[in-house]
């Protein structure tokens, strides 16, 4: 599985964004999706999943109702918008797949195995 974010961007506070991640070869065997955001010198972080196959999402705390996360199954592509932003939400995001079942939900970094490269989002105050 091959994955590709784009969309990210410079955005004034309180601003909208939607980032999206695009996924290739064996799609048939994703799982879930999950978006992780990293600023330097942190590890990755949890920002939101969803299921490939039925309406189950995921969201940290502190993006819940300026989040939303959702999916194309025909254009393999999963969005996530970003709402109400603020300085803190600075971060490269990365969209990540899962394909296998493990002992760890899917807001933890190890059910993840395929990464994509990242896009940077900057929320200006």
């Known amino acids: 599985v091959q994955l590709q974010a784009s969309g990210g961007g410079l955005v004034q506070t309180g601003g909208s964004l939607r980032v999206s991640c695009v996924a290739s070869g064996r799609t048939r065997s994703i799982r879930d999706i999950g978006w992780f955001r990293q600023v330097p010198g942190k590890d990755q972080t949890f920002v939101a999943a969803i299921s490939w196959s039925n309406s189950d999402t995921h969201y940290r705390d502190s993006v819940k109702g300026r989040f939303t996360i959702s999916r194309d199954n025909a254009k393999n592509t999963v969005y996530l918008q970003l709402g109400s932003l603020e300085p803190e939400d600075t971060a490269v995001y990365y969209c990540?797949?899962?394909?296998?079942?493990?002992?760890?939900?899917?807001?933890?970094?190890?059910?993840?195995?395929?990464w994509g490269q990242g896009t940077l989002v900057t929320v200006s105050s």
């Open positions: 990540a797949a899962s394909t296998n079942a493990l002992p760890v939900t899917p807001t933890d970094v190890r059910y993840y195995r395929y």
